[in-house]
């Protein structure tokens, strides 16, 4: 109603007769409605990101000013109507403001410890912990943990009690959601937990298993009453996501090259030589696209040495140089890869590409990571932002970083890529642990 409202509002204050019709007005409110709710404009929870804001804002704003244009093309054709950007710039400007106010207010409000909800969870598994994890954190998302119920005690700070303990928990102390486990549940036991929640207007949650949770991209259908699981096409099967990442790639490398390359490597050259014996730049056989083998590039961090290509990098390891090791923590090493991206072999966004008796030893211990070769390595990825880069000291780190490959591929957006990029800028600054 507020959005309405301001849309009005800059019709009527504008004062145009071109538009401040009862045509127009009907037109401009009906389609903000249409749009608004075909992309989920107003679905925007507590644990919603100010990313995924951002994001409605842009595409409703975006869609909005097509439609509002088309109006002028189909009603007012050759003829000059003024105003048209005024009323529109003030539209965005109104809308984004009160939508980011509202927003940012409430998140204050919550932090302040009012508009808060309850919630406890029924059993405990590794995602669950994760869950648990984000209610303490994100304080300023309004939740309030109480604790988990399961019937197996493991000394946890936080249980309360068994499954038959939680029902007369949850009415006494006015709990609001209910997370069930998945994993640590059996079917009869979530439907007894669904017909408590409806019976007692409990909001109820289910928390899949985390080894599930990347493996298939669904979208639920109803034929009739019968629900079917539809799978999704992968965004990279789209030609015209195909096109485009391609083209951004050309772009970007191109401009890195031109603009950063050019006098990186003259500088560069100098300094390796100064300190080590060797070329300037390092070629390793890594696995892209379909598995297929390339010759990746980097600047040479490290002495010459035979185990280049067997071990990855450790804490305080011998082989890298001085200049080495803060070309590693800076990811200056990985910038000739840009020559890789517009080769084609590479992209700027993606998986990270393995050396082939890494890639085969991982193979055996994780069952999705061939799911990685269905589009070209990157030179960063969403597992590198997440905290997962450089050595693999278990098997859950390679087993994490893959679940985030798949999760990209299976996920991908430009907005996506925009992100990661940004964040991997954000982290050269800062620096980061495990660059090593």
């Avoid at 991982?362 to 999705?368: A, C, E, G, L, R």
């Amino acid at each position: 109603m507020v959005d309405i409202l301001i849309i009005l509002g800059v019709i009527f204050f504008v004062g145009d007769k071109n538009f401040y019709t009862v045509p127009f007005l009907i037109y401009s409110i009906l389609s903000w409605i249409i749009i608004a709710f075909n992309i989920n404009f107003y679905k925007v929870y507590r644990f919603t990101s100010t990313f995924k804001v951002f994001n409605l804002l842009f595409i409703q704003f975006l869609i909005f000013t097509l439609v509002f244009f088309t109006y002028f093309t189909i009603f007012r054709e050759g003829t000059i109507v003024d105003n048209q950007f005024l009323i529109l710039t003030s539209i965005t400007v109104g809308i984004t403001f009160f939508k980011l106010l509202s927003f940012y207010a409430l998140k204050r409000y919550r932090f302040e410890g009012k508009n808060f909800r309850n919630v406890v969870v029924i059993g405990l598994d590794d995602t669950s912990e994760k869950v648990t994890e984000f209610f303490n954190k994100k304080i300023n998302l309004g939740y309030r943990f109480f604790g988990f119920f399961s019937d197996k005690k493991n000394g946890h700070k936080k249980y309360l009690g068994t499954l038959n303990d939680s029902f007369s928990y949850i009415l006494e102390n006015e709990i609001d959601e209910i997370y069930c486990t998945l994993s640590t549940l059996t079917k009869v036991q979530i439907k007894e937990f669904t017909k408590f929640a409806n019976k007692h207007s409990k909001i109820i949650k289910l928390i899949p298993d985390s080894t599930e949770l990347y493996s298939k991209n669904l979208d639920s259908q109803y034929y009739d009453n019968i629900l079917v699981f539809n799978v999704k096409k992968l965004p990279f099967e789209t030609p015209e996501n195909h096109y485009f990442k391609r083209t951004f790639d050309i772009v970007f490398s191109f401009f890195v090259i031109v603009f950063l390359l050019s006098w990186i490597i003259p500088l560069l050259w100098i300094i390796i030589k100064l300190e080590s014996k060797g070329p300037l730049f390092f070629k390793q056989e890594r696995e892209g696209l379909g598995g297929n083998h390339f010759t990746c590039y980097k600047f040479r961090s490290m002495r010459l040495n035979t185990m280049s290509t067997k071990k990855h990098v450790t804490k305080n390891d011998a082989r890298v140089t001085n200049i080495g090791a803060f070309m590693r923590k800076t990811s200056l090493d990985e910038l000739p890869q840009f020559f890789n991206v517009l080769k084609g072999e590479m992209s700027v966004v993606g998986p990270r590409p393995h050396i082939e008796n890494l890639s085969f030893e991982y193979q055996k211990d994780i069952d999705n990571y061939l799911e990685r070769h269905a589009v070209k390595p990157g030179i960063t990825g969403l597992a590198q932002i997440s905290g997962y880069r450089g050595e693999v000291k278990n098997k859950s780190d390679i087993k994490n970083r893959v679940q985030l490959d798949v999760f990209y591929i299976e996920n991908w957006s430009f907005l996506l890529d925009m992100k990661i990029i940004v964040q991997t800028v954000l982290n050269v600054f800062k620096g980061e642990e495990k660059a090593y």
